[in-house]
């Protein structure tokens, strides 16, 4: 079932045009790479699918009785964000927000619904620690959780590796694997990791001054892959 789809989208700021022509759909289960160069408006598009921008035209639409608050967004860090002077428990509890309507408290269930993503992140013995405090796998594993605690369905991750060594940034990735494959959250993540995106993703969104949506099957045959294919240095063309 299909849990959002984008037709004919144009993107952009202040009638600035980003990109046109999207077209993709993501259904549930799917693990969607949105890959391209620098500046080509792969974060714009996340942010528009997260209502923070709107499109300039065309339509998404979400399904599965999936509701824009119920969608959870893993940003990328600024330094300030990285510096936050706060709790572990307090930051992933404020991804209940969204769950709380006027309510100024968190109520028992959000609490518990915490603590399990808190569990599910391996991170409870953290849970009284200052964020900033904490190293960058550490402090990822915190807002995965907190992304978590607003969603059930679908996850948007906006370069969750970056700046993490090789060791944290696998098992990073194993860690939103068996959400998606293993408790049946769709993902949708940016990455620049072109290996990652064809060794997890289950479909490819390609955005610059081409456009390409498929299978990570399709992609493979793509001239789009062709391009970004290893040389013998281990370099892209």
Do not use: W
Not at 44 to 71: S, Y
Not at 79 to 93: G, H, K, M, N, W
């Amino acid at each position: 079932m299909a849990q959002l789809i984008c037709q004919n989208l144009t993107l952009g700021y202040d009638a600035k045009i980003v990109l046109s022509g999207l077209n993709f759909s993501v259904n549930k289960g799917d693990f969607l790479c949105i890959i391209g160069e620098n500046g080509s408006g792969k974060t714009t598009l996340m942010k528009t699918l997260l209502g923070l921008i709107q499109p300039l035209d065309g339509t998404i639409t979400l399904g599965d009785d999936l509701r824009a608050n119920e969608i959870g967004y893993l940003p990328q860090q600024t330094f300030v964000q990285r510096d936050f002077p706060a709790s572990v428990e307090e930051i992933v509890l404020s991804g209940c927000q969204g769950r709380c309507g006027l309510r100024p408290f968190y109520a028992k269930e959000e609490k518990q619904r915490a603590a399990h993503n808190m569990a599910r992140m391996d991170i409870t013995d953290l849970k009284k620690r200052c964020y900033r405090e904490l190293s960058g796998g550490q402090q990822q594993r915190v807002l995965l959780a907190r992304a978590l605690c607003a969603t059930q369905k679908l996850l948007l991750l906006d370069e969750p590796v970056s700046g993490l060594d090789p060791k944290v940034t696998l098992e990073l990735y194993h860690l939103i694997e068996h959400i998606n494959r293993h408790e049946g959250i769709s993902i949708i993540m940016i990455s620049h990791d072109i290996a990652a995106a064809v060794k997890y993703a289950s479909h490819i969104l390609y955005v610059g001054k081409t456009l390409f949506f498929g299978t990570k099957a399709d992609y493979l045959q793509s001239d789009i892959a062709a391009r970004f294919a290893p040389t013998e240095g281990g370099e892209p063309v």
